[in-house]
T-cell receptor, first 112, second 115 residues
């Protein structure tokens, strides 16, 4: 079962614009992670935010976490065509140790 | 390059057959995870091994099994294959379960097509 649910399912923007993706989850978490997947390839870890953090930055990425609303957002600033990919949020499974439970992902298309 | 390798990249086989997928984790990582990605189910956790021992099970069918060997590579065995088993199978590894966060490093995946 999915723990995280991303919104929107798909997002199309122009190069240079910002892209915001949201993730909601169901249970309490220790941390939340965002991953990127280029078409048909392996997932790449982008950023991790701990439950006691509210905001974290990494390059053009900004992640926020609101544990009271059980939600997180990923902002990509000044998008590039190379950012075209699917983005997933992931949390630790409560039943399966350190396994990750992924949302269904947001597919981002950045056109030049 | 994540440092996690998976072979083969593609597999095409018939229903009822058995296949073995192989994964080598990043150097030093003791935990190996297997995930299945399909259009209808999304990314689903199957099973985790830690230093040779099964650590956790997810949505893994009884027809599927896995093991982790002393050199830490892992194999996922899929038997009595059905059309619905067609999917991308990913292996991921992570650092030892200590106080470190549990980011995982994914291999490139094996695309299984059952015909």
């Amino acid at each position: 079962s999915q723990q995280g649910e991303e919104d929107p399912q798909a997002l199309s923007i122009q190069e240079g614009e910002n892209a915001t993706m949201n993730c909601s989850y169901k249970t309490s978490i220790n941390n939340l992670q965002w991953y990127r997947q280029n078409s048909g390839r392996g997932l790449v870890h982008l950023i991790l935010i701990r439950s006691n953090e509210r905001e974290k930055h990494s390059g053009r990425l900004r992640v926020t976490l609101d544990t009271s609303k059980k939600s997180s957002s990923l902002l990509i600033t000044a998008s590039r065509a190379a950012d075209t990919a699917s983005y997933f949020c992931a949390t630790l499974s409560n039943q399966a140790g350190t396994a990750l439970i992924f949302g269904k992902g947001t597919t981002l298309s950045v056109s030049s | 390059d994540s440092g996690v390798t998976q072979t083969p990249k593609h597999l095409i086989t018939a229903t009822g057959q058995r296949v073995t997928l192989r994964c080598s984790p990043r150097s030093g990582d003791l935990s190996v995870y297997w995930y299945q990605q399909s259009l209808d189910q999304g990314l689903q956790f199957l099973i985790q091994y830690y230093n040779g021992e099964e650590r956790a099970k997810g949505n893994i069918l009884e027809r599927f099994s896995a093991q982790q060997f002393p050199d830490l590579h892992s194999e996922l065995n899929l038997s009595s294959l059905e059309l619905g088993d067609s999917a991308l199978y990913f292996c991921a590894s992570s650092v030892v379960e200590t106080s470190r966060p549990y980011e995982q490093y994914f291999g490139p995946g094996t695309r299984l097509t059952v015909t």
